[in-house]
């Protein structure tokens, strides 16, 4: 399978401070996508970063990857009561684009 | 809100009933999909169509059949359910992701879900 590993499973935060939530997956890539769910609901698309890219930025959003450790983190700053919700990341595969897979997810909480 | 619509909402079905989950998008995408997703869990992928033909199925069981009538709609019939199948059915649609460069990097566009119960 393809799925990623994220950790922390869980953050809790202070309004204001940084979240960073990390994400490991195990075969070549062609993309990472990063997913918020709020409680409930569907899954809302933040941020995409391609294989050959290693930084993107957006808005309140910085997304680093590092190929060779197979690895991604998501970075929120000054967080928000609202960005309280469960992150995932996802993937697809090289010659496999239509099979996107999602990490076990982080369930962050801000705390106002 | 979403520009992926799924009804119902909320679904409650015995385990000898037959019922259809529905997922609608007009945003011109071509691919189409059904994720299952456990409380606390991840999505998991079960279908992928692509302009209109299934490309994947990830060994679902026969008990859900997944139907794309046109680029537009998607369902998921259910027949003969098991109380473990109860979980929130996400859609989601994209480009094609198996089309060209720019769309191997489209992203997922999701529905809200079908909470699903099985009794």
């Known amino acids: 399978s393809q799925q990623g590993e994220e950790d922390p499973q869980a953050l809790s935060i202070q309004e204001g401070e940084n979240a960073t939530m990390n994400c490991s997956y195990k075969t070549s890539i062609n993309n990472l996508q990063w997913y918020r769910q709020n409680s409930g609901r569907g899954l809302v698309h933040l941020i995409l970063?391609?294989?050959?890219?290693r930084e993107k930025h957006s808005g309140r959003l910085r997304v680093t990857l590092d190929t060779s450790k197979k690895s991604s983190s998501l970075l929120i700053t000054a967080s928000r009561a609202a960005d309280t919700a469960s992150y995932f990341c996802a993937t697809d595969a090289r010659g496999g684009y239509q099979k996107v897979t999602f990490g076990t997810g982080t369930k962050l909480q801000v705390i106002p | 809100d979403t520009e992926v619509t799924q009804t119902p909402k909320h679904l409650v079905m015995g385990m000898t009933n037959k019922k259809s989950l529905k997922c609608e998008q007009h945003?011109?995408?071509?691919?189409m999909y059904w994720y299952k997703q456990k409380a606390k869990k991840p999505p998991e992928l079960m279908f992928v169509?692509?302009?209109?033909?299934?490309?994947i199925n990830e060994s679902v069981p026969s008990r859900f059949s997944p139907e794309c009538p046109n680029s537009s709609l998607l369902n998921l019939h259910l027949h003969a359910l098991q109380p473990e199948d109860s979980a929130l059915y996400l859609c989601a649609s994209s480009q094609d992701r198996n089309q060209d460069y720019s769309s191997y990097n489209s992203p997922l566009h999701f529905g809200n879900g079908t909470r699903l119960t099985v009794t």
């Open positions: 970063i391609r294989s050959n890219e």
């Open positions: 169509y692509s302009y209109e033909k299934l490309s």
């Open positions: 945003m011109g995408h071509r691919a």
